[in-house]
């Protein structure tokens, strides 16, 4: 069942939650609402499942438009930040009471409410829980009953907020797994929302980054973390090393510090420009490439991880935030760096914003441009 | 149970809306017509009959000398009893938070014996046991004081009828009392009267304050469980509520009401404080 | 409760068992002992005559309309109150502010001003009571009037036990419930009435000792007519005013009873709500 938002806007009092809001959910999608609190995606969230009435614009359920219809007839599930079991009911009750509480011509005999029960628990691996109360389930497991307690009535349509968020961490991988599995086993449509960028570029199809009410930008996770089309987006998703400086002839130019901008470039940059470097982006050396002279002090190691990320100060010119760039680990047993050394960062790539808004102007040096591969770490 | 409720208010997050859960129409037309019905309507016939009174005669009958010494035996009365549950409801309160001990779950339950007892009950037993022959009159008497019958038996009644207001008001916000201030206070060299008085103290008298007030408000109003105990005797021992019914007694009904009319307003502007120092105050400290 | 060994404020033991001396002291003084008066006066002449007392032709009447007040002041307020409680808590609307302060009003109010405007109103000379004996009907010096007198002075205590508790419960149950489907009244059964049965009971048992015990309001609108409008509390006053004081102390025990039954209850549901509130011990299987 797909999904159509158009034009959404809604207001608390003064406050405006959502800015004319559009989103298109192809059915069966796996899509994240990302963002910091305020951005309005829990209140999308909760319009699409009726649970908040727009002020303005429609949302259509595979072509069908229920901006009108009262949350009880759009049948979507929806699963609670803070899970919202019912407390006084056994963990079977809960999960079977939407089938108990249809109305009588539509509701299934006992016998087959029960085997539904039974079934959905088995799905999430809680069965011989079906007699506990919420109050005696751990986190993980009360997140699997409101889960389980979603899907019973076959949802076309699964909307979470922030399903993971109170837990831990390793609980919260396991659960993102499982939730992959489930949304490929039965194809529903969901949409999630989160804070956490990993969560959502790990398990979305689609994710759509919000800020202040607006969407900022849609895309599969690979394009949004290697082409973001706007400041917030690059600055949100990820870790960015900012380079700010003056044009200075061919330069740019911050105290004791430069880029060799490469031919062309200049009139792209404006005269103050911020140059935004993802992590891999840049590399280290013992010594200043020829296009860029960037001294660095190493402030801090981090060893656990895929790589090594190595945290560093300005030397001699200031950012507004550590640099962070990460060397493989034979790189770091080559070169055995600590704290305290100096070195160089040489930019491959680097990203310029124009204006707010507006898709970022990316530079790139040829690899001729490298200088000295023995002076490489 | 014992705080009004206007601190209570739900934060803008919780925006619920009128359609999502249902009742919404049922729900404000039962209340509406209820609150209408029972507490409203009721107020039109004291404000035509007070209105129908012309201003002369209303000012006279409230200013009258005998009215006016009931309101000071009421007042006097009521903050003497609202000072003493203070101090008597604070330790209770202090008691029942801070220690353990045998018979602390009875104790616990005993406090809210006043509350729930009625008036008359309460005026009877009182005064069977502060008149001279009785058990505590006795022991008054060797002292010489005379409690039934007098002014004191007045604050006797009130203290009684109104000491669950200040326990209960001041416990939850004890229980609420985060050790680690109090511990923090202690690694720094303070003493035990010193963390009472600087730390303890400063969280609890708004607390403390509202249950005062709630006490105070609760014993102007206290009929039933004084007027056996007080003696009633005119200028002396005669409170405001008496006083209006001695009026209806005499089918004065404007005189009543005009009285009447004094105290609801009284009481109405005392409602309204408390509310609003709670929602201030008790908003403040717990961040509500 | 943590297990601590750091002193608190006023924990080394004389301060401490000095407080609970005089705590002690004070509910002996204060509230033991004028129950335990209670009882010692009634049963003064013995049990024969406690039993002939209550069972006195104007003592069994007083005791039948304070039922019956009691009977009908319950349900009516307990409708009110669940209605405010929900309206309240689960929705928001201008005036809501306004809606919770009113409610109030009848906890401010002296009782005999609360049975004055009754009067004022109902009575033959207020103008609904003179339209009201136009067409034959009473309300007033009989029990119709001490029911509506006795509804206006216990009508918050249901709605302030709920609202509190409904305020923290939060709604998002209730949406849960919504939004799998559940109709108003289902709401209401299966979620929000388990949730906040204790209180509702607490509130219920309090509005009826309330309802009995009434005095000031009562006094004013009933007329006391011995045998057809005293309440059990009026009959109290009745009897001692008559110098009966025995009697008026076997008739002052049932009610003291129902006061204890009360806080019996009180303390019954605090430690349900407690229990409640702290998950049970059964982590075994915590994953």
Not at chain 1, 106 to 112: K, M
Not at chain 1, 293 to 306: D, F, M, N, R
Not at chain 3, 56 to 61: A, E, G, L, V
Not at chain 3, 84 to 108: C, H, N, Q, S, Y
Request: hydrophobic fraction near 50%; glycine fraction near 8%; include cysteine.
């Amino acid at each position: 069942m797909s999904i159509s938002i158009e034009g959404i806007t809604k207001h608390f009092g003064s406050f405006q939650a959502l800015k004319d809001v559009s989103l298109d959910i192809p059915d069966g999608q796996l899509v994240g609402l990302l963002g910091p609190s305020g951005s309005g995606k829990t209140t999308l969230l909760r319009i699409i499942a009726g649970l908040e009435t727009a002020d303005g614009g429609r949302i259509l359920f595979h072509g069908e438009d229920v901006t009108g219809l009262h949350v009880r007839e759009r049948k979507v599930g929806f699963v609670f930040q803070h899970y919202a079991l019912f407390r006084h009911m056994t963990v079977a009750q809960n999960v079977a009471f939407g089938l108990e509480v249809m109305p009588a011509k539509e509701r299934p005999p006992a016998a087959e409410i029960r085997k539904r029960v039974d079934m959905l628990l088995e799905m999430v691996q809680l069965g011989q829980l079906a007699d506990r109360f919420p109050a005696q389930l751990s986190g993980g497991q009360k997140q699997r009953i409101a889960l389980a307690r979603a899907l019973s009535m076959k949802p076309q349509i699964l909307l979470l907020d922030e399903p993971f968020g109170a837990l831990d961490a390793k609980v919260r991988k396991d659960l993102r797994r499982w939730l992959r599995a489930l949304h490929s086993e039965f194809h529903f449509t969901s949409v999630f929302v989160t804070h956490d960028q990993e969560e959502a570029l790990e398990l979305s199809d689609q994710v759509a980054v919000m800020s202040a009410g607006r969407i900022e930008q849609v895309d599969r996770p690979q394009q949004l973390y290697a082409e973001p089309s706007s400041q917030f987006v690059f600055d949100f998703l990820g870790h960015v090393n900012v380079f700010a400086g003056q044009q200075n002839g061919t330069l740019l130019n911050q105290d004791d510090a430069w880029v060799r901008l490469p031919v062309g470039a200049a009139e792209r940059v404006g005269q103050t420009a911020q140059l935004y470097m993802r992590p891999h982006e840049l590399t280290l050396q013992s010594a200043p490439a020829a296009h860029a002279h960037l001294p660095l002090c190493i402030e801090s190691i981090s060893l656990v991880g895929a790589e090594v990320r190595l945290e560093l100060s300005a030397r001699g010119w200031a950012t507004a935030e550590h640099w962070e760039v990460g060397i493989t680990h034979t790189q770091f047993n080559s070169w055995q760096p600590a704290r305290g050394d100096h070195c160089f960062a040489v930019p491959r790539v680097a990203h310029v914003f124009q204006a707010e808004g507006q898709a970022p102007e990316t530079i790139r040096w040829q690899s001729g441009e490298l200088d000295d591969p023995a002076a490489m770490i | 149970m014992n705080r009004s409720l206007s601190g209570l208010l739900p934060g803008r997050s919780s925006q619920p809306g009128k359609r999502v859960l249902p009742g919404f129409a049922l729900s404000l037309g039962v209340s509406l017509f209820f609150i209408s019905i029972v507490l409203l309507l009721p107020l039109t016939g004291l404000i035509m009959q007070t209105a129908d009174m012309g201003w002369e005669r209303y000012w006279a009958v409230v200013t009258d000398e005998r009215v006016i010494a009931s309101y000071k035996v009421t007042l006097w009365a009521a903050a003497l009893a609202s000072i003493i549950n203070g101090l008597v409801g604070l330790l209770l309160a202090w008691v029942l938070v801070r220690y353990d001990f045998p018979g602390k779950r009875i104790m616990d339950a005993l406090i809210d014996l006043p509350f729930a007892l009625p008036t008359a009950v309460a005026g009877i037993t009182l005064t069977a046991l502060f008149a001279a022959d009785g058990w505590y009159g006795q022991i008054f008497s060797l002292f010489d004081i005379k409690v039934a019958f007098t002014p004191l038996g007045i604050i006797v009644a009130m203290s009684f009828t109104s000491l669950p207001f200040v326990v209960r008001t001041v416990q939850p916000v004890l229980e609420d009392l985060a050790p680690e201030d109090e511990e923090a206070a202690v690694s720094l060299g303070a003493t035990d009267w010193t963390v009472f008085r600087r730390i303890l103290f400063p969280a609890m008298w708004p607390a403390l304050m509202t249950g005062v007030a709630l006490s105070f408000t609760r014993s102007l109003g206290e009929f039933g469980a004084v007027i056996f105990i007080a003696g009633n005797m005119p200028y002396v021992s005669e409170i405001i509520s008496l006083m209006i019914f001695v009026r209806l007694q005499e089918f004065d009904h404007a005189a009543a009401s005009a009285i009447a009319s004094v105290v609801l307003i009284a009481s109405l502007i005392l409602l309204l404080g408390i509310n609003l120092w709670q929602a201030r105050y008790l908003r403040r400290l717990h961040g509500r | 409760m943590h297990e601590r060994k750091t002193m608190r404020a006023g924990d080394q033991p004389w301060v401490k068992w000095s407080l609970i001396a005089m705590a002690f002291a004070v509910t002996m003084l204060m509230l033991v002992i004028p129950l335990v008066i209670i009882f010692k006066q009634a049963f003064a002449a013995g049990g024969a005559n406690y039993w002939a007392n209550l069972t006195d032709t104007y003592t069994m009447h007083a005791i039948g309309l304070t039922l019956l007040v009691a009977a009908l002041t319950v349900p009516i307020n307990l409708v009110f109150g669940v209605m405010l409680a929900w309206l309240v808590t689960r929705f928001d609307f201008p005036g809501r502010k306004v809606l919770i302060t009113l409610i109030d009003i009848p906890f401010a109010v002296s009782p005999v001003v609360a049975g004055l405007l009754y009067l004022l109103l109902y009575g033959s000379n207020g103008w609904l009571g003179s339209w009201l004996m136009d067409q034959d009907v009473q309300l007033m010096f009989s029990w119709p009037g001490i029911v509506m007198v006795t509804v206006f002075v216990t009508c918050p205590f249901v709605a302030r036990e709920l609202i509190p508790l409904m305020q923290q419960q939060g709604r998002e149950e209730e949406e849960a419930g919504v939004v799998l489907g559940a109709t108003g009244w289902q709401l209401f059964r299966r979620i929000t009435l388990p949730n906040i049965q204790w209180a509702l009971l607490y509130g219920v048992v309090l509005t009826n000792a309330r309802a009995v015990g009434e005095f000031g309001a009562v006094s004013v609108v009933s007329g006391n007519i011995r045998g057809e409008t005293n309440t059990l509390s009026l009959h109290v006053e009745l009897l001692y005013q008559d110098y009966n004081v025995v009697g008026a102390f076997a008739s002052a025990s049932l009610l003291a009873g129902i006061a204890l039954i009360t806080i019996v209850v009180k303390s019954f549901v605090e430690w349900r709500q407690a229990r409640q509130r702290a998950p049970l011990d059964d982590q075994s299987d915590n994953r």
